[in-house]
């Protein structure tokens, strides 16, 4: 795997570099999006500005802010990695929805799979035995390592994630929570306060018992270096660390949790931590190697569980694993999924191990919808595409691939600040110099955003300040549309720079 070496040096490279993409067409005039065969039919219904003005009518004003762009779609139609908006133009959808799409918008054996069980049966609850059940949790739980044998099957990753801090506290005995600064779990009362990123607060008390130790972040951490990361682009920081194995910066952070230890949980106990294997809203963030290995040693010698939010990271996405945490080389006491695991249907689940799972009968727990026979159908139908279609490993190289070819727009550009992630869940950090890391500003990025748009291209936005370009696309998208996506991206990028003022 390629490496992006230390600042040493990068003055010379990314002159060399500019002179070879200085060859490069940065002219949007030739551009074409790749085929594709899908035809999809006419858009008949009401204009754009009717759903502009009945969402601001009728829809909470908190979910305005959403609606992306400047000059915003209206999306009526998808296919696998292509979605249509109401004129008929169609996008390249490197985002999946909010990295949920993961075999493809309305992939055709998943639709048959939904289609053929509405004709059987929609809705039964456990109280019944009904056989999409038991198939589906036979084979989701193949995919599971250790003793990860029982599943709770609820319908959003927010439940999800309620569901193991409540299993937590039940094991453990204690009620103390930890989780990681900009980490996303979800909005429900309880996750707000385990959700460590501040434009998710209101001012009302939240997360009671859960502390929030320093986020692992070796690009904008106070440490990290250019070994610390599981990815084929590393931070441009120095690094003296030996190997990844001996890391300094993984040291440091380690330290942070056992001073959160010491100083907010009771004597030597704890309930439980939450991680994403890798953020997602918080921005594509990853670890340095040994971090969460470390963690879960000694949350567990705090007599607490671990839990590793999948939310994003599963279903093969990360490409060298079918789970996040696999990277990491631990296996959790609780994993929670959603979003892939449905491919955009609302369903979602809890794994954990019999013994935690055990804590749960003690009162009556229920869920209407956790688990119905379509839900059950579409989840089995998911898994078998992953399997059948190879796209944990298409993930791994295509990610590769975009990954490194995402590292040339950052040797050329002094406002791409970083490229990280792994398989198909991509971050490009934008500031407006590299040696300062301010983020680029949110009217900056929102133009450099808008332009892709226009040229067919929808990525996503995230991290504390907004500066994240997201690409966490369908799974099942190409070598060409990688191209396409970086040509598209490095006119959005010159574009950008001829309209800013020369210093
Ligand atoms: C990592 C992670 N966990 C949990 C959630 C919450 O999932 P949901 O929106 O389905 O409640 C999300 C949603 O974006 C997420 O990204």
Known sequence: MPTFLGKIGLKSRVLRCQKHISRLSTDSSSLELPPCNFVP???????????????????????????????????????MQWLWDSTGKRYLDLFGGIVTVSVGHSHPRVVEAARQQMDKLWHTTVIYMYPTLHEYIEKLMKKMPGNLKVVY???????????????ARLHSGCYDIIGLRSGYHGTSPNLMGLTALSSWHYNIPTGFGIHQTMNPDPY???????????????????????????????????????????????KGRVGGMFAESIQGVGGTIQFPKTFMQ???????????????????????????????????????????MAKGIGNG???????????????????????????????????????????????????????????????KLREQYEIVGDVRGKGLMIGLEMVTTKDSKTPLPAASMAQIWETTKDLGLLVGKGGYYGNVFRIKPPMCITKDDVDYAIHVLRIAIENFLKQQPKA
């Open 41 to 79: 039919p006419k858009y008949t219904g009401a204009p754009i500005e009717e759903a502009v003005k009945t969402r601001k009518q009728h829809l909470f004003p908190s979910t305005h802010g959403f609606a992306y762009y400047k000059k915003p779609i209206m999306i009526h139609q998808g296919h």
């Open 153 to 167: 099957l609820v319908n959003s990753g927010s439940e999800a994630n309620d569901l193991a801090m409540l299993l």
């Open 220 to 266: 904008r951490g106070i440490w990290g270096g250019n070994k610390c990361r599981d990815s084929p682009c590393q931070t441009d920081r120095g690094c003296d660390c030996a190997s990844a194995k001996s890391c300094a910066a993984s040291d440091r952070y380690i330290g942070e949790l056992e001073e959160v230890l010491r100083y907010s949980c009771p």
């Open 345 to 407: 249907f609302p369903m979602a689940a809890v794994v954990t191990t019999p013994e935690i799972a055990q804590k749960l009968a003690a009162a009556t727990h229920f869920n209407t919808f956790g688990g119905n026979p379509l839900a059950c159908a579409i989840g089995s139908a998911v898994l078998d595409v992953v399997e059948e279609e190879g796209l944990q490993e298409h993930c791994a190289k295509l990610g590769t691939y975009f990954i490194t070819e995402l590292g």
């Open 294 to 336: 470390r963690a879960f040693k000694i949350i567990r010698d705090h007599g607490g569980v671990c839990i590793s939010d999948e939310v994003q990271t599963g279903f093969g996405r990360t490409g060298e694993h079918f789970w996040g945490f696999e990277g990491h080389s631990v296996i959790p006491d609780i994993v929670t």
